[in-house]
């Protein structure tokens, strides 16, 4: 069965300091990777993803994830932080249903970022 | 475009009563989710429609919990009766009909059932 796990549940960095979010999936064939970001009452907002091609993907806010299937991982990585990266952030990979078609994605637990002055 | 509508944004109810949730799609989009997040849970999907056919309702817990598509332009998630641990956030999302793409979330509609 298709899952993701996103090993750590909170995470604290200081501000101007690097960040890297982990995720591990299982998967049977090549799957396609998100992460969303969810600020506090908000919605899930698209910070990148992967499906095919090159394996380093730039997303929105200076954030990059980097595809490795030797390790089944998707991490999130962004140079510098910022205080208003504060958010809880979620790793999802993209099923297809029987007929190949579009599918559901299977989310992670989320990993909550605390960003200190 | 208004992006995925969601209403009420805020429901308080009291256990045994009814309650309806609204979703609004982008237009266009063929596919529909909806998804329920708990602390304890994290972040569910209930059930999914294509082109107003739903998909897979593996994930609705019971049979308390029903959801239509009778247009391509609105959904509902109904729970009768509700119970207080149905207490979440629900999400609406869609999605294009094209592989891999992203799926657009609603602001979600938080749940507190007494």
């Known amino acids: 069965a298709q899952s993701v796990t996103q090993p750590d549940i909170h995470i604290t960095v200081s501000e101007g300091a690097s960040l890297e979010l982990r995720c591990n999936y299982s998967?049977?064939?090549?799957?396609?990777l998100f992460w969303y970001v969810q600020s506090p009452g908000q919605g899930l907002q698209l910070l990148l993803k992967?499906?095919?091609?090159?394996?380093l993907v730039q997303g929105i806010k200076g954030f990059e994830a980097e595809f490795k299937r030797s390790q089944s991982s998707f991490n999130l990585r962004k140079p510098s932080v910022h205080w208003s990266d504060a958010a809880e952030y979620f790793c999802?990979?993209?099923?297809?249903?029987?007929?190949?078609?579009?599918?559901?994605?299977?989310f992670g637990k989320g990993t909550k970022l605390s960003v200190k002055p | 475009d208004a992006g995925v509508i969601q209403s009420p944004r805020h429901e308080v109810t009291e256990m045994g009563q009814e309650v309806t949730l609204r979703c609004k799609p982008i237009?266009?989009?063929?596919?529909l989710f909806w998804y329920r997040q708990t602390m304890m849970r994290g972040l569910e999907l209930l059930i999914y429609?294509?082109?107003?056919?739903?998909?897979?309702d593996s994930g609705m817990p019971e049979d308390r919990f029903s959801a239509k598509m009778p247009n391509a332009s609105f959904s509902t998630l109904k729970i009768q009766p509700s119970e207080p641990r149905d207490s979440a956030v629900y999400f609406c999302a869609s999605t294009p009909a094209v592989v891999g793409d992203e799926q657009f979330f609603g602001p979600g509609t938080r749940l507190t059932v007494l």
């Open positions: 237009s266009g989009h063929d596919y």
């Open positions: 992967y499906f095919s091609g090159d394996t």
């Open positions: 998967y049977g064939a090549t799957p396609y």
């Open positions: 999802a990979v993209g099923s297809l249903n029987y007929g190949g078609s579009q599918g559901n994605l299977i």
């Open positions: 429609f294509n082109n107003n056919v739903p998909i897979d």
